[in-house]
């Protein structure tokens, strides 16, 4: 009797379930430990009825319109079917009641509860009660017997007792189940069951076995058992014919019996091995549905419950066809497979003897095959019931076969399809809300705040809680129009109601932040066009609706553009001036959904960034968030707790960053989002226990989860390192979006962004090294800046790697090209906003300036073949990028920015006087090509390092607005002041001396140079007092020289200070013989200061091949 498993369904919360068939079959009822009893029309109904009963449910019945629950407040309710409304209280306990069954007429209730009590009840009258006491400890399940003469019950005492129910006395008991303290410590549920019809035989699970009782004699008459079993069976359940046995266990085993034969003809098991805890067969015995300790649904489909010989009768006959007839097994093998799932059909030889001899009126007709829809086991239409319903309404059960007859006649025709199968389409849905159909639930939960709905018998209305009260006061709404969707900006409140048959669809805004005492509005939609997604934007609103359309508002409720969907809206989202649209673009098969997505700029440029594209879930997943971050990049998360984010550097793909099932202790927890941000890398939700949403109250707290990409080897350094690079790309790409879109950036944070990205990528490079995997550090140096392949040249060059430092000399050199080349793709006024924006001093743009015309002067005069090096270099000082490791003013793992001298150009791994210059050998061509374009790379980091440490030292701003060497600004402002050659040949032979810090200054155009400012007091008496400075301090970079300065120069009386002040404004226009004597000054003090520099590079040396980057 093979049978089909359906997938399970999420119904209830973590904990104990029950579940029963309404009296025509049509629906699923279930219950749960969290207080709802829900009704299912299939297995996939995705919006089941729910009906609250209280807090938790220990079991539920139904019968004739009347639903039984025991709930945990220690009643007994009734209410009706399918309304669901309150119809009183049946009885009630001291403590709770463990299990609800109606007798068969549907007159009686019997219960049992923890206080060793059974009751039973008459449904109309609740006041005839009959008390049952007898046991000594929480009874476990109770059960009616057909003719309503007994009543059986088990107990955690160990004991099975059946009651007379008229004498309330007990008939038979047997010891015979093991004790335990109460219901939650009990091995088994041990759910009873008579016989149905008969009432001859009562099944009790036993360890793992369920034994039978003779009704006439009270005798054990026979056991079922299996070798699949290997933990207690929890619960059993008979087949409406009274011919089978089910079975459910605590290891997830379900297991069908043919009693009569004491065969076990069934044998499936629970997808996850959960605990059967609820098993109903549906009346027309095709079906079986269960439910399990995890608070899931499943089902059965295809049990037959046909007679045994009937059954054994088509497997003999089957099994003898077989073996005579090979050829027709081509064609009868689905036939035979039928039969032997117990389907029908007129063309099988066997038929006519079945319905002959068989007249057993107790006997039903066996489902007719597959529905045609799996997703929906019964449907309204004729041709979806099953054969085996028909019998019971209107048929006599004397005429058992002419019952089946007509029923078996379309099913000639019906073709079996074992394709594909079509998945139900997910419904719309708000996202960060919680379901519609709760009483209390959340409207919506964003990043501004919080909205709530109330709709039960005191209150119908909303309250609105701000995150940032300074946006607003919190507000309590009156719900008269009953809307069930909002949303949440920081300019309104949006919120939206299906229409009924009276009344339209409506829209109401709530403009708090408007101006005017007007501060609402409502519109209605066109008759028949209803509500089914809304967001806001910055300024906007947009409404999806029933007729396939995206309907646009002005905050103020001005109607903008109107425009068609390719298909049914799943859900909205907005920021800023985003829009982001998902919708079914098409019929999704075996689980998966087939959703588009859209994203509109609505901006004053209105585009369409995507056009429909294809949303990628997971398999057998649906869409469960969608929204932006808080930066306003597109995200979304599918049911299984992946989440996705928008790359847009790579063309709009979506990269998983997260999986919110790694973080779940339990499969039935999950986490709802309320928000995700990308700096920093913060999800934020909240955890689930055993649901998929958070109730109201108390107030859900809110957790952080990290961000993971999911890449291979994670445990590994190498992987380690590759995940945090691309991790950190994609988070910062926002950074480029919002410059894009005129929107103002965190340079700070951008800057330290990139600093992390070259920390990860030069991390790698030495890792790649020390495997002797060159070809990849070549790799890694494509990725890198121009700046940071310099450092993985002089790298590569004391790891003594020098075909590796060439290849990356000529990758330098290429990354310089590029530079250029795009430099002088800038226009003018843009390339004057940023140095406005990002560099502040019109000083040091002038010293800059002259300090790259007058290296790239001296270069075309005696080195016409490294023009182009020197154009580069000029370009490269223009442009406005950062060092991502500098710390300071002076970084002693660069080289020095030195122009090049007539005598050769400079090895800067030569540890020599800082004055001094040294060449390159000739007799050496691989070395010195390599060092050769190490030198035009050293000059590189001039533009790439000043940036890092501004706004950290604001008190210096007015002096130095970016760490730079005060000597070198004030030697190229006077180099710079003078037109003839001798004095840019002593500008130039200085600055080779001083070797200053490199700083991010670029070059200010032509106007600037003639407006420098004059030199101040303080930058004056700084350049004579700089030596005995740094005879106390040897170890101060430049900053700390400077700082250092500045204590020093406060403690001068006023009268001094006014007489350098002077001295300055007397020397704005320098003197030759000042000039010279300032050279000789400075010239002296490099040579004491040299000593203290000569040490630097081994410094830097021993750090280098220890790779640590210098935090001074």
């Not at 154009?871 to 490791?885: G, Q, V, W």
Request: glycine share 8%; with cysteine.
């Amino acid at each position: 009797m093979p049978c089909e498993r359906k997938p399970m369904r999420y119904g209830h919360s973590e904990g104990h379930t029950d579940v029963c068939f309404d009296d025509e079959g049509k629906c699923i009822v279930t219950c749960g430990s969290d207080g709802d009893v829900r009704i299912w029309e299939s297995l996939d109904d995705d919006d089941p009825k729910s009906i609250n009963v209280g807090e938790k449910v220990y079991s539920a019945a139904l019968k004739n319109g009347k639903l039984v629950t025991a709930v945990s407040n220690n009643t007994v309710q009734i209410h009706t079917f399918p309304e669901g409304d309150p119809d009183g209280i049946l009885t009630r306990f001291t403590t709770n009641a463990n299990h609800v069954t109606f007798n068969s007429s549907g007159s009686r209730v019997a219960v049992g509860s923890s206080d060793f009590i059974v009751k039973i009840v008459e449904v109309v009258d609740s006041s005839q009660q009959k008390t049952l006491r007898g046991h000594d400890a929480p009874v476990l399940s109770v059960a009616l017997d057909p003719s309503d003469e007994f009543l059986a019950s088990s107990s955690c005492d160990g004991s099975v007792t059946v009651w007379s129910i008229e004498s309330q006395t007990q008939v038979a008991q047997w010891k015979i189940l093991q004790k335990s303290s109460d219901v939650s410590n009990a091995k088994s549920l041990c759910r009873l069951a008579w016989q149905p019809r008969s009432g001859k035989l009562l099944a009790i699970p036993v360890d793992l076995t369920i034994q039978l009782y003779d009704r006439n004699t009270w005798t054990h008459v026979s056991t079922l058992s299996d070798d699949l079993i290997t933990q207690v069976v929890n619960v059993v359940v008979w087949s409406p014919c009274g011919k089978f046995l089910a079975a459910g266990t605590v290891g997830g085993n379900l297991l069908i019996w043919d009693v009569e034969a004491k065969l076990c003809i069934e044998r499936q098991k629970h997808e996850k091995g959960f605990t059967v805890c609820g098993m109903a067969w549906h009346p027309s015995g095709g079906r079986i549905a269960y439910t399990d300790t995890e608070g899931c649904l499943g089902l059965l489909e295809g049990v037959s419950s046909s007679s045994p010989s009937s059954s054994s009768t088509i497997q003999s006959k089957a099994t003898a066809s077989k073996e005579t007839n090979d050829y027709d097994d081509l064609f009868d093998e689905d036939d035979d497979r039928m039969l032997d799932e117990g389907m029908s059909d007129s063309r099988s030889p066997v038929k006519k003897p079945i319905m002959e001899d068989d007249d057993d009126d107790d006997d039903l007709m066996p489902a007719t095959g597959r529905p045609r829809n799996r997703g929906s086991f019964l449907d309204d239409d004729d041709n979806s019931q099953d054969p085996g319903s028909v019998k019971l309404d209107g048929v006599p059960e004397e005429d058992g076969s002419s019952a089946i007859l007509p029923a078996v006649v379309p099913a000639v025709s019906r073709p079996v399809y074992d394709g594909p199968m079509p998945t139900q389409p997910q419904r719309a849905f708000q996202p960060g809300s919680t379901p519609m159909h709760l009483m209390h639930r959340f409207m919506m939960w964003n990043s501004v705040g919080i909205v709530r709905g109330y709709n039960d018998d005191q209150d119908n209305a909303i309250d609105v809680e701000f995150h940032d009260t300074a946006i607003h006061h919190a507000m309590h709404l009156t719900n008269t129009l009953g809307h069930t969707m909002a949303d949440l900006s920081q300019e309104a409140v949006l919120l939206a109601c299906e229409g009924t048959d009276e009344l339209a669809s409506k829209i109401q805004c709530l403009h708090f932040s408007c101006w005017d005492t007007h501060k609402d509005w409502i519109v209605d939609l066109p008759k028949g066009e209803d509500v089914r997604a809304l967001c806001l934007g910055q300024g906007w609103a947009a409404v999806a609706t029933s007729a396939l359309m995206v309907r646009l508002f002005s905050i103020g409720g001005v109607q903008k553009e109107i425009f068609s969907l390719p298909g049914a809206v799943v859900c909205l989202a907005g920021h800023g001036e985003q829009l982001l649209i998902v919708y079914h673009r098409g019929t999704g098969f075996d689980g998966d959904q087939a959703l588009g997505v859209q994203l509109l700029q609505l901006g004053r440029r209105r585009r369409q960034v995507m056009h429909g594209e294809p949303l990628p879930l997971s398999r057998k997943s649906y869409l469960a968030w969608m929204g932006f971050t808080a930066e306003g990049t597109p995200c979304c998360i599918d049911s299984e707790g992946v989440v996705r984010i928008l790359n847009r550097t790579l063309g709009n793909t979506w990269t998983p960053v997260c999986n919110t099932r790694e973080s779940c202790k339990s499969k039935s927890d999950h986490y709802w989002v309320v928000g995700v941000h990308e700096n920093p890398q913060q999800l934020r939700c909240i955890p689930c226990k055993g649901s998929r949403f958070p109730p109201t109250l108390p107030r859900p707290a809110v957790a952080v989860l990290p961000f993971n990409l999911p890449y291979c080897q994670t445990t590994t350094e190498k992987g380690q390192m590759e995940e945090q690079y691309w991790r950190s790309m994609l988070f910062h790409n926002h950074y480029g979006f919002l410059s894009s879109s005129g929107y103002e950036i965190d340079s700070e944070g951008q800057s330290q962004a990139e600093k992390e990205q070259q920390e990860l990528l030069m991390k790698m490079f030495a890792l790649s090294c020390k495997l002797e995997r060159e070809f990849r550090c070549v790799e890694l140096a494509e990725m890198m800046t121009h700046s940071v392949v310099t450092l993985a040249i002089r790298y590569a060059s004391r790891s003594r790697r020098m075909a590796l430092a060439q290849r990356l000399s000529e990758l330098a050199l290429e990354k310089a090209n590029q530079l250029q080349e795009e430099e002088e793709e800038e226009e003018e006024p843009a390339y004057q906003r940023h140095t406005s924006r990002e560099y502040r001093g019109s000083n040091q743009m002038s010293s800059r300036q002259a300090q790259v015309e007058n290296g790239c002067e001296e270069e075309e005069e005696d080195y016409p073949q490294e023009e182009q090096m020197d154009a580069e270099e000029s370009t490269e000082t223009r442009k406005p990028s950062l060092n991502p490791f500098k710390k300071g003013a002076k970084s002693p793992e660069r080289p020095s920015p030195k122009p090049v001298s007539k005598e050769g150009r400079v090895n800067p791994f030569k540890v020599s006087g800082a004055g001094k210059s040294s060449s390159s050998p000739a007799g050496q061509p691989r070395t010195t090509n390599v060092l050769d374009s190490m030198t035009m790379s050293s000059r590189k980091p001039t533009p790439l390092g000043g940036t890092s440490k501004q706004g950290k030292a604001p008190i210096l701003k007015p002096l130095a607005p970016k760490p730079k060497s005060k000597t070198q600004a004030t030697l190229l402002q006077m180099s710079a002041s003078k037109g003839s050659s001798k004095k840019l040949e002593d500008s130039q032979l200085e600055a080779e001396k001083v070797k200053p810090a490199p700083a991010a200054t670029p070059p200010a155009s032509m106007e600037n140079i003639e407006n420098r400012k004059p030199k101040t007091g303080f930058q004056l008496w700084l350049e004579e007092n700089r030596k005995s400075i740094l005879a106390d301090n040897p170890d101060f970079e430049e900053m700390d020289v400077i700082k250092e300065g500045m204590g020093r120069f406060r403690t001068l009386t006023a009268e001094e200070r006014l007489n350098w002040t002077e001295r300055a404004k007397g020397d704005s226009d320098p003197k030759k013989r000042k000039r010279e004597d300032e050279g000789q000054a400075d010239e002296q003090m490099e040579t004491d200061e040299g000593s203290a520099k000569k040490k630097k590079p081994l410094d830097t040396s021993a750090k280098l091949s220890a790779f640590a980057f210098n935090k001074e």
